[in-house]
Nanobody, 121 residues
Framework: QVQLVESGGGLVQAGGSLRLSCAAS????????MGWYRQAPGKQRELVAR???????NYADSVKGRFTISRDNDKNTVYLQMNSLKPEDTAVYYC???????????????WGQGTQVTVSS
């Protein structure tokens, strides 16, 4: 059983910063790409940032220059540093990871439970 546990969401004023963390636990043999998605009310879930196992990153245009994704492979953890936050960044943020578990022969896409980020104007 694999779990992704997120932390770090909250309420912040526009221009402020937050750091999200997501740790994978359980029977993880290997982790491929990890990423963050977000979903605002009435909108579809969208990619925010993604990082490969080798450290290659890609970002949504709306967050480039403000958000930074990183990972600690020893801790099976991915981070999202969010600076210069805007009200339009308000959403539920979901962690995502592609994981190969012990006893399972294929890579599986896992999601965290989501953490609320609210940016006030």
């Amino acid at each position: 059983q694999v779990q992704l546990v997120e932390s770090g969401g909250g309420l912040v004023q526009a221009g402020g910063s937050l750091r999200l963390s997501c740790a994978a636990s359980g029977s993880t043999f290997s982790i491929n790409a990890m990423g963050w998605y977000r979903q605002a009310p009435g909108k579809q879930r969208e990619l925010v940032a993604r990082i490969s196992s080798g450290g290659t990153t890609n970002y949504a245009d709306s967050v480039k220059g403000r958000f930074t994704i990183s990972r600690d492979n020893d801790k099976n953890t991915v981070y999202l540093q969010m600076n210069s936050l805007k009200p339009e960044d308000t959403a539920v943020y979901y962690c995502n990871a592609v994981i190969l578990s012990y006893g399972i022969s294929s890579w599986t896409n896992y999601w965290g439970q989501g953490t609320q980020v609210t940016v006030s104007s």
